[in-house]
């Protein structure tokens, strides 16, 4: 019943010549009916990727939005002008704007609010450190990442929400965690979503995110609560994306 989302994370790569090459070599209609698919490329890009996806099938994110509507914000992007520019998903909290930039539970849980005030679909991203996790301090971090965000989100409608875990020592390492190890923390947050509304956390999509590879990503959407991927750096390789999104079929 949940439909699956591969979603691409181009992170701070890429120039107009190689989305071009890139967007020009993966299928922009024939991928499976059953999911869906994103790409999340730098802001500057947006409008002109937006174009270059006309009529495809893969929809448009961004990589993160302002905590504030409007204003005297420099360099900052609010979730109105994401919607502006076309896209339907934007990553909040990734692990690198938690660690590099400073954004704390509650800036991630304000712009989750603001994301879904837009009509956007927020994914909203928690996971554990290698010292977290060698700690067994794992499922207390994610507890605390995702309460903060349902704690704003408690009395509004979440349910276009997606979440996406992805353990912090697995991002661009090639260190997957097995599809076992994920299942425990998916279904984890799923129980937490259902204590909030057990119909709404039944729906909601919970991706998995660190090094999935076309020859890993068939076996971590084969578990049941695994609803497809957030991919980094095998989204900017089309024969890597294009594999990964068959697997979600
Ligand atoms: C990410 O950036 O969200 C990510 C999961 O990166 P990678 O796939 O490269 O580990």
Redesign the pocket.
Known sequence: MRRKLVVG?W?MHGSKAFIAELLGKVPRVALPAGADFAVCPPFVYLSWVEQLLAGSVIGLGAQNVALATQGAFTGEVAASMLRDCGCRYVIVG?S?RRSLFGESNADVAGKTAMVLEQGLVPIV?VGESLAEREADATLGVIGAQLGAVMEVLKDCDWSPMVV?Y?PVW????GQTATPEQAQVVHAFIRERLAAVDANVAAGTRILY????KADNAAALFAQPDIDGG??????LNAEEFTAICDAAG
């Not at 697995?170 to 390492?173: E, F, L, M």
């Not at 995110?209 to 999935?212: F, L």
């Not at 957030?230 to 989204?235: K, M, R, T, Y």
């Open positions: 994370n992170k990734h690198e991203c996406a992805e697995a991002i661009g390492t995110g660190g090094s999935v957030l991919v980094g750096g095998a989204s």
